[in-house]
């Protein structure tokens, strides 16, 4: 007897996966992974979207194929991989790391279901129509982290009421790098003067740290990047905040875990699992999740010192594969 199950993914998008096949041959739902960072960087993000998929009983290799494509922080491969996920082709794709990696894949495709889960505001950055309706193929999660910048200056300087100096670390291929005026700005509204100092691969970090110090900087804010977030960026960045003498301060919690001295943000471990379960959620159009420092948020401070922990928000329903 021929049966088929589907999952509508989220953002208005009226497409199925097929959990049963037709006839006798089994056919697995297949997961586009597109990451604008690195495998080995990213581990904590991808098991994060796995355990969200296994809630709602996704795992992969069993009833799910997940197909991953990582730019390894080339943003121009971007839109190739995603083009090539498209012709395979998926059922849905989930996109992580940086806001380039969600539009590389709303530029490949206009029909297959895209989830996101990244820091940038997705209206600003073109993805959705709105927060509320986002309209099109597109919905995911988002941790609003660029919006934190001019709260993250102002932590900084109470962490030391002297500071006058204060660099930004920005990768300028990112789109948030033009989030550098808001910074100026609450910078200004201190006293504190804003020094930018630009890094798109991992030898640029040490140069832009440099110029920091050339700067005369009292403290670094590190921006939201993929290239920084984690892995070898973000422990590259300790170690030289370290070598200078910096204090500094980033979004991701794993910061302060590996001798960061302050991290304020969104959980992101949390947020992505939350996105797995968005992937295989039941119901039509959903708004996008919007998680600010005031819920699923960690503030740390000195390393060794213990984290306030995060709080969780219920878990959302969500279906179950046909059996």
Not at 104 to 113: C, D, G, L, R
Not at 147 to 157: D, Y
Not at 206 to 235: T, Y
Request: charged share 20%; aromatic share 6%; with cysteine.
């Amino acid at each position: 007897m021929k049966r088929r199950a589907f999952i509508t993914l989220l953002g208005g998008a009226a497409a199925a996966w097929p959990l049963a096949a037709r006839g006798q041959q089994a056919r697995m739902p297949v997961l586009g992974f597109l990451g604008s960072a690195s495998e080995a960087d990213y581990k904590t993000t991808t098991a994060a979207v796995r355990r969200g998929l296994s809630e709602a009983g996704y795992v992969e290799k069993q009833n799910l194929l997940i197909d991953y494509r990582w730019a390894n922080f080339q943003y121009d491969r971007l839109p190739a991989l995603a083009a090539e996920l498209v012709k395979r082709p998926v059922d849905a794709i989930f996109t992580t790391g940086s806001v380039v990696s969600a539009l590389a894949a709303k530029a490949a495709t206009a029909s297959i279901p895209i989830v996101f889960a990244n820091g940038s505001d997705p209206v600003e950055n073109g993805l959705v129509a709105s927060l509320n309706r986002p309209g099109g193929n597109v919905t995911g999660i988002s941790f609003i982290n660029s919006q934190l910048g001019p709260k993250r200056i102002q932590l900084l300087r109470l962490l030391n009421p002297k500071t006058a100096v204060i660099a930004v670390l920005v990768n300028p291929k990112n789109p948030n790098a033009a989030d550098a005026k808001a910074f100026v700005a609450a910078g200004r509204s201190i006293g504190v003067d804003i020094v930018i100092v630009n890094a798109s691969t991992e030898p640029e970090i040490k140069q832009a740290l440099d110029r920091a110090v050339q700067q005369h900087a009292d403290a670094l804010l590190v921006h939201v990047d993929a290239l920084f977030n984690d892995g070898r960026g973000q422990e590259q960045i300790v170690a030289l905040a370290g070598q200078h003498r910096l204090p500094s301060m980033m979004a991701n919690t794993t910061f302060t875990a590996r001798g960061g001295l302050i991290s304020y943000g969104a959980d992101t471990s949390e947020l992505n699992r939350q996105a797995g379960v968005y992937v295989a959620c039941a119901g039509k159009s959903r708004p996008i999740c919007r998680r600010s420092s005031r819920r699923n948020s960690n503030c740390g401070s000195i390393s060794r010192l213990p984290r306030r922990s995060a709080s969780r928000s219920p878990n959302r329903s969500c279906c179950s594969p046909t059996r």
